[in-house]
T-cell receptor, first 114, second 110 residues
Framework: EPEVTQTPSHQVTQMGQEVILRCVPI?????FYWYRQILGQKVEFLVS????????KSEIFDDQFSVERPDGSNFTLKIRSTKLEDSAMYFC????????????FGPGTRLTVL | QKEVEQDPGPLSVPEGAIVSLNCTYS??????FMWYRQYSRKGPELLMY????GNKEDGRFTAQVDKSSKYISLFIRDSQPSDSATYLC??????????FGQGTRLTINP
C-alpha cells in the first residue's frame, strides 16, 4: 500500500540553524500538508500546498517557515532560523483531491533544537 | 471555547470490552469528521471518516456523529491489546485544514 515517507526520522540542530525536513507524498496525490505536534500537545496544522502554492497557513507558519515542492516527488519544510520552541514532531500529509477526500500522514520527523 | 475537545484519558480497559471514545466541537458548520489512531512516536493513521450526521461501521469500529449536540464518538467492539494507542478525533475546518483533539490514550489489558 502506498504511503507517505519522511526523512530524517530524527533531526538534532543548534538554535539559529536552518533545517530542511523532507517528505515524499503518495505519488498521485495533489494536496500536501505539514502539521506539527509538540510533545504532549495536539497535532497542529501548519500549512497546505496545492498547485505549487500555499493554499492556507496557520499563525504558527511565520516568515521563518517555507515550503517547496522542488521536483515531482518531494515536498519540503524549511525552518530558516530554528528556535527552542520549534522542537516537535513534524508530520507531512498528502491527499489525492479536495472535497471529501482524506489526508494520509507520514511517520514524522522529530526535530530537537538545542 | 476550544474548537475540538477530547478527554486525554488515559483509559484502560480489559481485552474484549467495548470502548467508547468521544469528542465535542464548537462550530455547527463542521461537516467532515475523522478518527485517527496514533501509535507511540508514529504518524496519525486514518481509521474512520464520516460526513455529516449518522453512523459508519468498519469491522469492530463504529463512528457516530451527532450534529445536534456537536458530539462525535468512536466505538471499538471486542477490543484487542493491539488497539492500544492514542485515538485522535479530527475535524475538517475547511480548505482541508484539520483540527485535532488532544487525543485519548487507550490501553487494552490482556
Amino acid at each position: 500500500e502506498p504511503e507517505v515517507t519522511q526523512t530524517p526520522s530524527h533531526q538534532v540542530t543548534q538554535m539559529g540553524q536552518e533545517v530542511i525536513l523532507r517528505c515524499v507524498p503518495i505519488s498521485n496525490h495533489l494536496y500536501f500538508y505539514w502539521y506539527r505536534q509538540i510533545l504532549g500537545q495536539k497535532v497542529e496544522f501548519l500549512v497546505s500546498f496545492y498547485n505549487n502554492e500555499i493554499s492556507e497557513k496557520s499563525e504558527i507558519f511565520d516568515d521563518q517557515f517555507s515550503v517547496e515542492r522542488p521536483d515531482g516527488s518531494n515536498f519540503t519544510l524549511k525552518i530558516r532560523s530554528t528556535k527552542l520552541e520549534d522542537s516537535a514532531m513534524y508530520f507531512c500529509a498528502s491527499m489525492y483531491s479536495g472535497g471529501t477526500d482524506t489526508q494520509y500522514f507520514g511517520p514524522g520527523t522529530r526535530l530537537t533544537v538545542l | 471555547q476550544k474548537e475540538v475537545e477530547q478527554d486525554p484519558g488515559p483509559l484502560s480497559v480489559p481485552e474484549g470490552a467495548i470502548v467508547s471514545l468521544n469528542c465535542t466541537y464548537s462550530n455547527s458548520a463542521f461537516q467532515y469528521f475523522m478518527w485517527y489512531r496514533q501509535y507511540s512516536r508514529k504518524g496519525p493513521e486514518l481509521l474512520m471518516y464520516t460526513y455529516s450526521s449518522g453512523n459508519k461501521e468498519d469491522g469492530r469500529f463504529t463512528a457516530q456523529v451527532d450534529k445536534s449536540s456537536k458530539y462525535i464518538s468512536l466505538f471499538i467492539r471486542d477490543s484487542q491489546p493491539s488497539d492500544s494507542a492514542t485515538y485522535l478525533c479530527a475535524i475538517d475546518q475547511g480548505a482541508q485544514k484539520l483540527v485535532f483533539g488532544q487525543g485519548t490514550r487507550l490501553t487494552i489489558n490482556p
